[in-house]
């Protein structure tokens, strides 16, 4: 389910919809899909006191002087409230720990209904911050959603408020979450890791100082950067699970310039901004502001979003905003500069900068020209490859765990597993990236005696290029399989599926239909790919990927070295022909006969990309085709 979901609930029903929610929060394998769509909810006279199991006994009382009244009353449901007001009281108060994350409207009555209130505004009320109450003059519990016409003061009041909402999830909507980063992605964080960092002069004085601060990361490639960004938005996400620091949020995105989901700084601050609105529902005004003005085109514009993040971080309401930014340098040039700019703008101003509660912490390699742009904020840089000791030591409680590990598993002495250690910490060279490689290796080596441990403790490859080159070579660099599947992963504007790529890889000129293409799928697309490229892709989340960010730029072929004078598989793909080889597989997919003579009409269209595995291309090659051909 994509669409939001927004409940409508009086008295009772309110009661019915919480218990929903409940369970489905208990069950999230059936339901969490439906959970995650439900954004909003309105409530009409709904008791939600909680705590006071008496009042619950009250309340039915109340529900039964409406017999009195002459008003149809289901009375086995009457009794059933009567012996289960405890389950009420506990239903209301398992929802106020669930509906912190939904925008809620509430309207309680004004009038009393024969000689009392039947739902009072403090029982109607939740109190949670990103509830609105409201009461609407003139009705009692049965009245309060019943309207003479349109026109009427009663119901523009309603429909006003209504409005309001259904405006502000469909804003929420436009923004987007932030791509699942998998454990996978980033390098398993070994305990005792990373806690050098927190522990810095620099992050404790951007942690600490009050106002909004900036902290730019800088280090080597390979040196742990998205580990310990991974991390330390853990750590202070924990924060909000402290009673004293309820007002804390934490943000993050991760770039990744092997995704166009993940590369620009448009989609990072659609991402951050839908966390910040999702846990605080109440900042969505600074959206509406800008969304009556610019309508939905704003979402596309950075100066837009930039804007409304900087007024939710204003707002006395937002608490500490602690945004955890990754990989900078992949992001794209063109945003990359404008978000550089925008952070320089707002924290060389102490005056704004002390009156803000957003703090920001962003890593990247140390390039020059990002280095320049963050010139005049010289005493926000902490320099990692500085920080050597720090990385070495981190190091050393890595591979003393792995091997531990891998000891365990193979059955290695003492002696092998001490040799083993000093080896890799002697070769590491500052470099988490090489070490984590070369343990995969040994952990995924069949053979595990004294001799076969000791030639490849001679063999390993002193640098990254080496790891590289040896992970190829069992492919040689003139099979063309091995070649097209790094093409394809190399220039995808979007990490591809499994099935997506079995379908690109397999499609060729003589395929004249998906029944035809279908009988030449691999079998087993996941072994197709270990055969032909080895360790150098992995599969994560059914998602193809190269093993590192490092591995691409080791495949890309440089301008200045056009006649590819490195080793076999150094500087070998080149993105022209990664970009023809992707539009040629898009326009083959496309033109097949299954989508010729039809008129691609919403509902045409809705119906093939619904039908993921009969079309399972189709959405990556309508959608990047003209990327890939303008290319070429």
Request: charged fraction near 25%; hydrophobic fraction near 40%.
């Amino acid at each position: 389910m994509n669409r939001p979901v927004l409940f409508i609930c009086h008295s009772l029903g309110g009661i019915v919809m919480k218990k929903a929610m409940i369970i489905a929060n208990e069950r999230l394998m059936l339901y969490k899909s439906l959970l995650h769509s439900v954004k909003a909810c309105i409530f009409f006279g709904v008791p939600h006191r909680g705590a006071d199991i008496a009042y619950w006994g009250r309340f039915v009382a109340n529900l039964l002087d409406y017999g009195q009244l002459g008003l149809k009353v289901n009375k086995n449901l009457i009794d059933a409230l009567v012996k289960n007001s405890p389950t009420l009281a506990n239903i209301s108060r398992q929802f106020v720990e669930r509906g912190t994350q939904l925008q809620i409207r509430t309207f309680f009555e004004t009038e009393k209904m024969g000689n009392q209130v039947i739902v009072d505004e403090d029982s109607a009320t939740l109190h949670l911050p990103n509830e609105t109450p409201v009461g609407i003059d003139g009705t009692n519990h049965k009245t309060m959603c019943k309207f003479d016409d349109a026109e009427s003061p009663k119901y523009r009041q309603v429909w006003v408020a209504v409005k309001n909402l259904v405006i502000s999830v469909a804003l929420t909507s436009s923004f987007i979450e932030p791509p699942t980063l998998s454990l996978e992605q980033v390098l398993h964080r070994i305990a005792g890791t990373c806690e050098w960092f927190s522990k810095h002069e620099k992050y404790q004085t951007w942690f600490q100082e009050p106002g909004g601060s900036l902290l730019w990361l800088s280090a080597d490639p390979g040196c742990g950067k998205s580990v310990l960004a991974s991390w330390i938005t853990d750590k202070l996400s924990a924060l909000s699970k402290n009673s004293a620091s309820l007002s804390c949020k934490t943000c993050y995105f991760f770039f990744k310039d092997d995704s166009d989901e993940q590369k620009s700084a448009v989609l990072a601050l659609r991402a951050l901004l839908h966390q910040l609105f999702s846990a605080k529902p109440h900042l969505l005004e600074h959206a509406m502001l800008i969304y009556n003005t610019r309508d939905s085109k704003f979402v596309n514009e950075f100066e837009s979003l930039w804007k409304i993040l900087i007024s939710a971080a204003k707002d006395p309401g937002s608490g500490n905003i602690y945004c955890v930014i990754d990989a900078l340098d992949e992001c794209g040039v063109s945003t990359r500069n404008q978000l550089i700019r925008s952070l320089v703008q707002l924290y060389s101003d102490q005056s704004v900068a002390n009156h803000i509660s957003l703090k920001v912490l962003v890593t990247s390699r140390p390039y020059r020209e990002i280095e320049r742009n963050f010139k005049e904020l010289p005493t926000i840089r902490l320099k990692g490859e500085d920080e050597l000791a720090s990385t070495d030591n981190d190091i050393k409680l890595v591979v003393r765990d792995k091997v531990r590990e891998i000891g365990r598993d193979k059955g290695l002495s003492e002696d092998v597993c001490g040799e083993l250690t000093q080896k890799l910490i002697r070769s590491a060279d500052h470099s988490f990236l090489w070490v984590s490689l070369i343990l995969y290796f040994i952990d995924k080596e069949h053979q595990a005696s004294k001799p076969a441990l000791e030639k490849y403790l001679r063999d390993i490859p002193s640098t990254l290029d080496e790891v590289y080159e040896n992970m190829l070579s069992k492919a040689g660099s003139d099979n063309p399989q091995t070649r097209k599947i790094l093409y394809i992963v190399v220039g995808a504007a979007r990490p591809l599926s499994l099935t997506e790529m079995n379908f690109a890889f397999s499609i060729k000129g003589h395929h004249s239909s998906e029944e035809n293409l279908k009988e030449s799928l691999e079998p087993s697309i996941q072994n197709t790919i270990k055969g032909l490229c080895g360790l150098f892709v992995r599969i994560i989340d059914k998602r193809v990927y190269l093993v590192h960010q490092t591995a691409r730029e080791f495949l890309i072929k440089l301008p200045e070295d056009p006649s590819h004078l490195s080793p076999p598989w150094k500087h070998s793909i080149s993105l022209y022909e990664s970009n023809r080889v992707l539009a040629e597989i898009c326009l083959r997919y496309i033109f097949l006969s299954n989508f010729q003579n039809q008129a691609l009409s919403w509902e045409v269209e809705r119906r093939i990309k619904s039908d993921t595995f009969s079309h399972s291309l189709f959405d990556y090659a309508t959608s990047y085709w003209p990327g890939h051909f303008k290319e070429v």
